[in-house]
């Protein structure tokens, strides 16, 4: 049984930072893709970071690419998501996703997902 398991969200005042985990299990963790996904409240699931299973990253959302850091360590089965300089825009649960193949940038390509963190900005 594949699970993705999300950890490390939590109430962060606004310039702060948080890292997001992503544990896996029940796959070959080494060779999926990996990205995060964040929903705010009444809005649809947005895509923030993909990174390929060689660690090798391929995009991010554009507005977030100088604040967010997506990476991995197939070692301990675990993605991660450093976000820096936190708005309160960023509010959203936060999402892992995986996928046995290449890194996509829409949710509809991701075969697994994790029950989502919370992570709540204040100003």
């Known amino acids: 049984q594949v699970q993705l398991v999300e950890s490390g969200g939590g109430l962060v005042q606004a310039g702060g930072s948080l890292r997001l985990s992503c544990a896996a299990s029940?796959?070959?963790?080494?060779?999926?893709?990996v990205a995060w996904f964040r929903q705010a409240p009444e809005m649809g699931r947005e895509f923030v970071a993909p990174i390929n299973w060689n660690g090798l990253t391929t995009h991010y959302e554009n507005s977030l690419k100088c604040r967010f850091t997506i990476s991995r360590n197939n070692a301990r089965n675990t993605a991660y998501l450093q976000m820096t300089s936190l708005k309160p825009e960023d509010t959203a649960v936060y999402y892992c996703a995986a996928v046995g193949g290449p890194a996509g940038s829409t949710p509809g390509e991701y075969d697994y997902w994790g029950q989502g963190t919370q992570v709540t900005v204040s100003s």
């Open positions: 029940g796959l070959a963790f080494g060779t999926y893709a």
